[in-house]
T-cell receptor
Framework: EAGVAQSPRYKIIEKRQSVAFWCNPI?????LYWYQQILGQGPKLLIQ????????DSQLPKDRFSAERLKGVDSTLKIQPAKLEDSAVYLC????????????????FGPGTRLTVL | DAKTTQPNSMESNEEEPVHLPCNHS???????IHWYRQLPSQGPEYVIH???SNVNNRMASLAIAEDRKSSTLILHRATLRDAAVYYC????????FGAGTTVTVRA
């Protein structure tokens, strides 16, 4: 089966510019996650969607970051305006269901988008 | 989120077993123990998970202490492809990654 697709793979922008990342999860996966991974650290959850609704966005810097998942399939993450500290790899992941009781649902990660802010 | 403690790094020889420890003394009764790994320049991938009993799958084994305050991921025969950062994570469905253990495999 096809994995999680992300684009672009690399992006270089100047600070204060805007940028958008796209993610297409595995077909049939209801839950979609965006993570930020700064060099040398583990991934940090930014936002979790269940279908097209937000389940958890407690760590999303809402003054500059936004995300949407229209129609409950693919998703975009936007940063506007970007800061130097936003340089990181942005990972998208999906799972069959994120919060259902009983069955375990592993997360499948995409290859990530490496963002460099100059 | 309950916290885990892992060594920063470990080295192993190819075709030898690797035992990766994880301490989690504040684990709650409903916390799963998840292990994910991240190969260089890739996103993390699922390895194994458990709740109370030891678990085996095609990738690895997970040994869980009786009091659940520690666990060990066992790679039975390390290959060069197993060189990665291994993350031990507690929780139910939400994954909170720490810094993990960087595993180096020598040929």
């Amino acid at each position: 089966e096809a994995g999680v697709a992300q684009s672009p793979r690399y992006k270089i922008i100047e600070k204060r510019q805007s940028v958008a990342f796209w993610c297409n999860p595995i077909s049939g996966h209801a839950t979609l996650y965006w993570y930020q991974q700064i060099l040398g650290q583990g991934p940090k959850l930014l936002i979790q969607f269940q279908n097209n609704g937000v389940v958890d966005d407690s760590q999303l810097p809402k003054d500059r970051f936004s995300a949407e998942r229209l129609k409950g399939v693919d998703s975009t993450l936007k940063i506007q305006p970007a800061k130097l500290e936003d340089s990181a790899v942005y990972l998208c992941a999906s799972s069959y269901s994120g919060t259902s009781g009983g069955s375990y649902n592993e997360q499948f990660f995409g290859p990530g988008t490496r963002l460099t802010v100059l | 989120d309950a916290k885990t403690t892992q060594p920063n790094s470990m080295e192993s020889n190819e075709e030898e077993p690797v035992h990766l420890p994880c301490n989690h003394s504040t684990i709650s009764g409903t916390d799963y123990i998840h292990w994910y790994r991240q190969l260089p320049s890739q996103g993390p991938e699922y390895v194994i998970h458990g709740l109370t009993s030891n678990v085996n799958n095609r990738m690895a084994s997970l040994a869980i202490a009786e009091d659940r305050k520690s666990s060990t991921l066992i790679l039975h025969r390390a290959t060069l492809r197993d060189a990665a950062v291994y993350y031990c994570i507690l929780g139910y469905y939400k994954l909170s990654f720490g810094a993990g253990t960087t595993v180096t495999v020598r040929a």
